[in-house]
């Protein structure tokens, strides 16, 4: 089983950027594919982006397009939100989630492991 850990989130300017970060301990992240989800009050979890196991395929939300990247680190067990441009409508608590195998998918249910999530909060 794996234990994920999220750091780096924070209060930013409308505009600002931020980089989140998702460690992994108890297995090595390279078994797993990796997805980023967010949660904002009184809303449904939903997906930003994934990365498969091998880092090759990357996916992310429409919302987020040209402004957030995902990238994974195998060496250093971590993996990688690189968010820009952000937008008061992107303030949330972000988690990342693993799942085992080598493809991610946009859908939280097919995540069995989760970190306790990191507060994002853009101020306009």
């Known amino acids: 089983q794996v234990q994920l850990v999220e750091s780096g989130g924070g209060l930013v300017q409308a505009g600002g950027s931020l980089r989140l970060s998702c460690a992994a301990s108890?297995?090595?992240?390279?078994?797993?594919?990796m997805g980023w989800f967010r949660q904002a009050p009184g809303k449904e979890r939903e997906f930003v982006a994934a990365i498969s196991l091998s880092g090759v395929w990357t996916s992310l939300a429409d919302s987020v397009k040209d402004r957030f990247t995902i990238s994974r680190d195998n060496a250093e067990n971590t993996v990688s939100l690189s968010m820009n441009n952000l937008k008061p409508e992107d303030t949330a608590v972000y988690y990342c989630?693993?799942?085992?195998?080598?493809?991610?998918?946009?859908?939280?249910?097919?995540?069995?492991?989760w970190g306790q999530g990191t507060q994002v909060t853009v101020s306009s």
């Open positions: 989630a693993a799942r085992a195998g080598p493809t991610s998918t946009p859908l939280p249910t097919d995540y069995p492991y």
């Open positions: 108890g297995r090595i992240l390279s078994t797993y594919a």
